[in-house]
Every structure is written in structure tokens, then in C-alpha cells.
């Protein structure tokens, strides 16, 4: 592997889209700390992975719907190992259902989760960033935060609050010479669609078939790289062209 001697934060790290973030990242030579909640099995994994090709790789457990966990933790990583160059907002969840019968606990544990995890990562971890004057921070949205999805009025809501969150924070950050940017990725191949209707689905996909998460992995890495220092507050779709 390369080294390069940046750290980044993945969340949701143990499986999916931000496995293959982390995957992907540590072959560029980035150092990784890759964040779960319970999945402690695939983040060990995913860390005898990167270390056994010669990167470094560090778990940290906690909840990014708790706030108070996550600022110690967070806070404890940045006093001992300095600021993140990176950060990739990635962990969420999804809650479907018509609205009418959508539950308080639909609700509540999608923004909780989606949403609220915006704060509760990147707040305790900005001011270090803005001190050293550089560094990237990626939001994982959502083609539904784009244009809404039937029985995903919970989750269009939180991913559109996201896209907003960011576009806002890059103004903020960048005479700071840290990039802000959100992907959006459409039908990826994760355990989140394992019961969407595919049969549906593929037909308004212009290219026809389902993404990877790898596919998604790739911008996200870009994003992450010097090449990328001119490109902020920008909403990027990785989605075959369904929109």
C-alpha cells in the first residue's frame, strides 16, 4: 500500500458502502479509523484486511446517535493523534413505510441516526481541522434526499437535510482550505435494498443495473486527495443516470 500518513474517520465502516470506503482509502495510503456501533466482527475483519497489506487501521466504537459518546471518544482520538485530514460521514439507516402508518420510532431513528450523526461527528472535530488548515469532509447522502422516494419520507428528509448541511458547512470552511462536499449514491448493492422491489427499480435506471459499493468507494477517495482541493460545497450522484 501507499503511505501518505492521513488519518480519516470512517463511520459505518463495517460492512457496505463504508467498507469499501475504508478499503479503498487504505490503498491510497490513508490510515483509517473505522467507527461501529455493533458490528465488531466486520470492522476486525476489515482492519486485518488493510494491516495485513501494510496499512494502518484503528477501531472505535460508538454510537453516532449519541452525542456525548462520540464527542469523549472523538475528542480523546484528537487529543492523542492530532486532527483527521478526513472525515466520511457514512452511517445510516433506513425505516420505510407509507407516511400514514410511519411510527414516532420510524421517525425519530432515521433523523436520529442520519441526521443528527452530522453533528454529533463532525462538531467535536472541526475546530482541529480549522487549525491546521486543511483536511476533507464527505457526506454520504442519497438519490432520495434529491428527489424524495415514495415510503422513504423519514429517510428523503434526512439525506435532504444532510445535502443541505453540507453545502452550508463548505461555505463556512472554506477560507479554512477544507473541502466539503456530499455523494449521493442511487441503488447500490447493499444489505439496505435486500427487500426493494429490483423489478421495479431497474427499469428507471438508465444504465440498467444495480451500483457498487466500490463504485461509490472511488468518488468518495477523490474527494478525499489533493486532486480534489478545488471541488466544495458540490452534491455529486453516483446513480447510473436515474437522475
Keep these: 500500500m501507499k503511505q501518505n500518513n492521513k488519518i480519516v474517520l470512517v463511520t459505518g465502516a463495517g460492512h457496505g458502502i463504508g467498507r469499501a470506503i475504508a478499503l479503498k482509502a487504505a490503498k491510497e495510503g490513508y490510515s483509517i479509523v473505522a467507527n461501529y456501533r455493533k458490528d465488531r466482527e466486520g470492522v476486525e475483519e476489515l482492519i486485518k ?72 461527528i463532525i462538531h467535536p472535530l472541526v475546530m482541529p481541522m480549522c487549525r491546521k488548515k486543511q483536511g476533507r469532509i464527505i457526506t454520504i447522502a442519497s438519490v432520495s434526499g434529491i428527489i424524495g422516494n415514495r415510503g422513504q419520507v423519514n429517510y428523503s428528509a434526512s439525506k435532504a437535510g444532510i445535502i443541505g448541511a453540507t453545502k452550508a458547512l463548505a461555505l463556512e470552511l472554506a477560507s479554512r482550505s477544507i473541502a466539503v462536499n456530499c455523494v449521493a449514491p442511487g441503488v447500490i448493492e447493499t444489505d439496505m435494498i435486500s427487500r426493494a422491489p429490483l423489478d421495479i427499480i431497474l427499469p428507471s435506471i438508465p444504465m440498467r443495473r444495480i451500483g457498487k459499493p466500490e463504485e461509490v468507494a472511488a468518488l468518495v477517495v477523490f474527494l478525499l486527495s489533493e486532486s480534489a482541493s478545488y471541488i466544495t460545497r458540490q452534491v455529486i450522484s453516483v446513480n447510473g443516470g436515474l437522475i
Excluded at 104 to 115: G, K, P, Q, R
Aim: a negative charge; charged letters at 20%; proline letters at 3%.
Design 49 to 120: 484486511e488493510i494491516t495485513g497489506s501494510g496499512g494502518g487501521a484503528w477501531p472505535l466504537q460508538f454510537d453516532v446517535t449519541d452525542r456525548q459518546d462520540c464527542k469523549t471518544k472523538l475528542e480523546e482520538w484528537t487529543e492523542k493523534a492530532g486532527a483527521f485530514w478526513g472525515i466520511v460521514c457514512n452511517a445510516g439507516i433506513c425505516s420505510d413505510n407509507a407516511f400514514p402508518a410511519m411510527t414516532e420510532i420510524d421517525w425519530d431513528s432515521v433523523i436520529h441516526t442520519n441526521l443528527d450523526g452530522f453533528y454529533n
